[in-house]
């Protein structure tokens, strides 16, 4: 099963313009297949590459091992980082099942949405990325956090900004 490198955030793949896009366009399916499937489907984590706006959902190198794998271009599978077993995957990652479901036809007309959108993107510059390297120089400014841990710390700091009912 397939899970993301644990290295540095600060070296890995992290949030863009073109991630944010990608991500868009993830939860969108996942979503679309939990809500047509013939069984409950858990919600993703607070981590989740096919939940919107999370760190890994807004990676574009995350983003497209996924594509390719709800593609069925990639034969593997997408597992979840929770709750591994040294350093093994255990379970599946829910969004990932959730896309799996999601009618073919639909998924195609998603992502030629999404390849419209891209194709909108010029030379402006990255506000996704500036803004994720702000968070992180604020949060992580000797660089110790793995993406993993970098994922959680962006899933707390992103919850702390919702508004309380």
Same mark, same amino acid.
């Given at each position: 099963?397939?899970?993301?490198?644990?290295?540095?955030?600060?070296?890995?793949?992290?949030? +863009? /313009?073109?991630?944010?896009?990608?991500? *868009?366009?993830? +939860?969108?399916?996942?979503?679309?297949?939990?809500?047509?499937? =013939?069984?409950? /489907?858990?919600?993703?984590?607070?981590?989740?590459?096919?939940?919107?706006?999370?760190? =890994?959902?807004?990676?574009?190198?995350?983003?497209?091992?996924?594509?390719?794998?709800?593609?069925?271009?990639?034969?593997?599978?997408?597992?979840?980082?929770?709750?591994?077993?040294?350093?093994?995957?255990? *379970?599946?990652? +829910?969004?990932?099942?959730?896309?799996?479901?999601?009618?073919?036809?639909?998924?195609?007309? /998603?992502?030629?949405?999404?390849?419209?959108?891209?194709?909108?993107?010029? $030379?402006?510059?990255?506000?996704?990325?500036?803004?994720?390297?702000?968070?992180?120089?604020?949060?992580? =400014? $000797?660089?110790?956090?793995?993406?993993?841990?970098?994922?959680?710390?962006?899933? *707390?700091?992103?919850?702390?900004?919702?508004?309380?009912?």
């Amino acid at each position: 099963m397939n899970i993301a490198t644990t290295g540095p955030a600060a070296e890995g793949d992290r949030p +863009s /313009i073109h991630g944010k896009m990608l991500g *868009k366009a993830l +939860s969108i399916i996942a979503e679309m297949g939990r809500r047509d499937a =013939p069984m409950a /489907i858990p919600d993703p984590c607070l981590t989740c590459a096919f939940r919107e706006g999370t760190m =890994p959902n807004m990676t574009a190198g995350t983003g497209m091992v996924a594509l390719n794998i709800v593609l069925r271009i990639d034969t593997d599978r997408f597992a979840c980082h929770h709750g591994l077993k040294e350093g093994e995957p255990q *379970k599946l990652c +829910s969004g990932y099942v959730a896309a799996m479901l999601a009618p073919f036809g639909n998924v195609r007309e /998603i992502l030629a949405a999404f390849h419209a959108e891209l194709a909108t993107v010029g $030379e402006q510059p990255d506000d996704v990325r500036a803004a994720f390297d702000a968070w992180l120089n604020r949060a992580d =400014p $000797e660089r110790r956090l793995d993406v993993y841990q970098a994922a959680r710390e962006y899933a *707390k700091a992103e919850i702390a900004k919702e508004p309380r009912p």
